[in-house]
């Protein structure tokens, strides 16, 4: 086992999204509209309990794969015929275990990944353990050398260049890297996240008779390509590390329908859950933005951002919902409202040209579809 840990600077490029352009003009030329539909489980209850928190679309758009904690399957749902096609049994401990449960992505059309915060392990489709990633083979992790570190729960496992990238949170200067994990060497590259800088601010805290509950902005890292493309909720600057030339770069956006990132500052901690609960609907309020999708029949990104509106008398909570599109280099294309949508999209992804939105529908798996037509 080695231990090593390399510091590695890469060119950090900064482009500024232009403001002169008209954004508004790519979604005037198209109607968007919405449908439901709902997965036939069959004689199987499909897992929703953790609102799809660990579930991923296949690489070809066909199938669609939830992991169920409770009975520890990989339920494998075929999109096209809308129905859940087979439960795919998984170890929970033995030499082929998952551990606890983690966060789930698909690697590709045969494997996928599971990750818990010490370990990224590999797996076929039918079980078999191939590979385990343990991160205090790289001192970082739970027992890391530099105290305070913590590993996102997402990650990209890059078999082909042998290769774990992950997001690196300090607590104690609240700092974010992209760590780059050389899995041939144990070597480690990091590289400064800028537009995270200000996560911290947004770090609220309960704290009251020995509770204390953590919430902080969710941050993503997906790799579509030869992008790794790193966005958190409170602005619209994307950065992306590409695998061929070896850097990192930067885009901010000037949007022409929302701010470009969250503005006001609040309290770090509260004693009361009145305080804290309504500190958390105060940041909903402000502008969120969720990580951008890549729709391979368009060729282009799409990233929803949503506002929550103030909840008056008792009403359900209500969200304005904005829809970007983003060319291939994330250069931005356009951005409309999209008044079919009232509330923060569920988990969703793009197949076929629609962006499909995860929806409970009286305990079903169901799918609002986004569609963009022609004019």
């Avoid at 999109?79 to 789930?104: H, Q, V």
């Avoid at 004693?271 to 909903?284: G, H, I």
Wanted: charged share 25%; proline share 3%.
């Amino acid at each position: 086992m080695r231990h090593l840990s390399y510091l590695t600077l890469i060119v950090l490029i900064s482009c500024q999204g232009k403001s002169n352009k008209n954004y508004l003009d790519f979604f005037s030329n198209l109607n968007l509209s919405i449908d439901t539909v709902i997965i036939d489980p069959g004689d199987e209850i499909i897992f929703l309990k953790h609102q799809l928190l660990n579930a991923d679309i296949g690489k070809d758009g066909k199938y669609f794969y939830n992991f169920n904690s409770d009975d520890h399957t990989l339920e494998k749902i075929n999109l096209d015929e809308l129905r859940l096609e087979e439960k795919l049994p998984f170890e929970r401990e033995g030499p082929n275990g998952t551990g606890p449960s983690g966060a789930m992505s698909v690697h590709n059309e045969n494997q996928i990944t599971m990750t818990g915060y010490g370990q990224t392990a590999l797996f076929s489709m039918d079980g078999k353990k191939l590979m385990t990633l343990n991160f205090e083979d790289f001192f970082i992790g739970k027992k890391a050398t530099k105290g305070g570190e913590r590993l996102k729960l997402d990650r990209v496992l890059d078999t082909n260049a042998n290769r774990l990238y992950v997001i690196i949170h300090s607590y104690i200067d609240e700092s974010y890297t992209l760590g780059i994990l050389h899995l041939d060497t144990f070597k480690v590259s990091r590289l400064m996240l800028e537009s995270f800088g200000k996560l911290s601010n947004y770090n609220i805290i309960f704290n009251s008779g020995g509770i204390r509950i953590f919430e902080s902005p969710p941050v993503s890292l997906e790799k579509v390509g030869t992008k790794v493309i790193l966005s958190n909720l409170i602005t619209n600057t994307l950065m992306w590390y590409d695998t061929e030339m070896d850097s990192l770069f930067m885009k901010s956006y000037n949007s022409q329908l929302t701010a470009n990132h969250k503005e006001n500052e609040f309290e770090k901690e509260y004693e009361t859950p009145e305080e804290f609960e309504v500190a958390k609907r105060k940041l909903r309020q402000e502008i969120n933005f969720m990580p951008p999708i890549w729709e391979e029949q368009g060729a282009c990104f799409y990233r929803f951002s949503y506002q929550e509106i103030e909840n008056i008398g008792g009403e359900k909570i209500r969200s304005k919902v904005y829809l970007t599109a983003l060319d291939k280099d994330l250069n931005i294309l356009g951005e409309t409202l999209v008044p079919q949508l009232t509330k923060k999209p569920g988990r969703h992804f793009a197949k076929d040209g629609e962006i499909w939105i995860y929806e409970n529908i009286n305990d079903e798996m169901g799918f609002v579809r986004l569609k963009m037509e022609k004019k």
